[in-house]
């Protein structure tokens, strides 16, 4: 039986909520590809780009209905998520979910309707982001908004610090991780440790060894930097939220320095804890 084949209840056993979120280029995209490298993680591609966050429950993320696409759900492929499904053994998953880069909006929301779910928002320098909005407006090919420009691109990236520190610190519990751009991307293999106390999973070797060849050619493929004019230097340092970049700095740093490693490895204890009180309550 093909993965396809299996039923939409048997997807939704054992699996938890994964979103991933950021401002838009902000490299949500690079960073599913790796996960998705996972066999125990599936996070879609802006599936549910137009559901609106209060419909957005776990029953969207069975097979069967991942691959049910309706009007007005998104403007993505269905053969691209058919490919992506076609990989995965539901009975193996862990997590299930999909990436949207301003999910950042709605964080408590969708951590309300998705019992146990957990974020992973990325972090990517300002000037990057605003550069990357200036670059796709200014190119007539692209189907990108000319109005999405470099001023735009400073706005979206201080909603999503913003957004994101104000979930962040209305909660005990640390179901949100930061990624941040360079180093993920840079050297992947560095982030592996924090990344699996987040999700509870371990990366083997050959994660390992196609998260590297993935960051090489991440590394041979990126752009010169140059930089920025005077006129964008200036809209950053007027329209920059310097406190909200100096909050996630800093909380980088506490996720680097085991602060938020020790939470999680607590609660993943608890969590094994309960599951084997029910389990064993249950013979």
Known sequence: MSSLEHTAQDVAV??????VAGSPRSGTTGL???LNRH???????ERYKYVSPRGITPELFTFERILDFRDGETNQSRDAHVKL?????PGTLKWVGDKYPQYYKNLPTLARNNRGARFIVLYRPVEEVAESFEARASNPKDRWPQK?????????WNASLQHTRSFVESRSDPRLLIVDYHRFFGASDSFIPLLS?????????QVRSAWAKMSSRFAEGRRTKVPISPGHERLVREL?????????LDHLESQDDGRVVSRLSALARARRLVSSRVTLGRR
């Open 39 to 45: 066999r125990e993680i599936l996070i879609c591609r």
């Open 32 to 34: 599913v590809s790796y």
């Open 240 to 248: 920059k939220d310097h406190e909200a970049e100096a909050w996630t």
């Open 85 to 89: 499904l076609e990989r995965k053994d």
């Open 14 to 19: 054992g699996a938890r909520p994964l979103f």
């Open 148 to 156: 999405n420009g470099f001023e735009a691109g400073i706005r979206l």
């Open 197 to 205: 106390s987040f999700l509870d999973v371990d990366f083997d070797d």
